[in-house]
């Protein structure tokens, strides 16, 4: 059993970052694996970024490779995804998801649990 509730979305000019960040929770939740996931209107949900319980597995989509990072504060039981340089191709929103490994947080049908999305718009 495990929660997860997402926030830091917002408007941001291109270029500009934002820090979106995914606070999990529930029996076993520390165990879980973490992913973020975007998705437009009509369109799939695709995968972001992911990080494995331990934080030593990471997954990046290829576009955003090099710009976002995604890490772990166990402490605070969050995990945090970080964008960089965005672009108007990088406005969605945005969804933390729970999976029980690495591969399960990022790859929709296998996920455990969804956050309820939070917007990022970015500005020309």
């Known amino acids: 059993q495990v929660q997860v509730v997402e926030s830091g979305g917002g408007l941001v000019q291109a270029g500009g970052s934002l820090r979106l960040s995914c606070v999990y929770s529930g029996r076993d939740s520390r165990t879980f694996a973490i992913g973020w996931f975007r998705q437009q209107p009509g369109k799939e949900r695709e995968p972001v970024a992911a990080?494995?319980?331990?934080?030593?597995?990471?997954y990046y989509e290829e576009i955003v490779a090099g710009r976002f990072t995604i890490s772990r504060d166990k402490a605070k039981n969050t995990v945090y995804l970080q964008m960089n340089s965005l672009t108007p191709e990088d406005t969605d929103i945005y969804y933390c998801a729970a999976g029980r490994a690495e591969y399960d947080a990022r790859v929709a049908h296998l996920v455990s649990s969804w956050g309820q999305g939070t917007q990022v718009t970015v500005s020309l």
């Open positions: 990080v494995s319980w331990s934080g030593e597995s990471t």
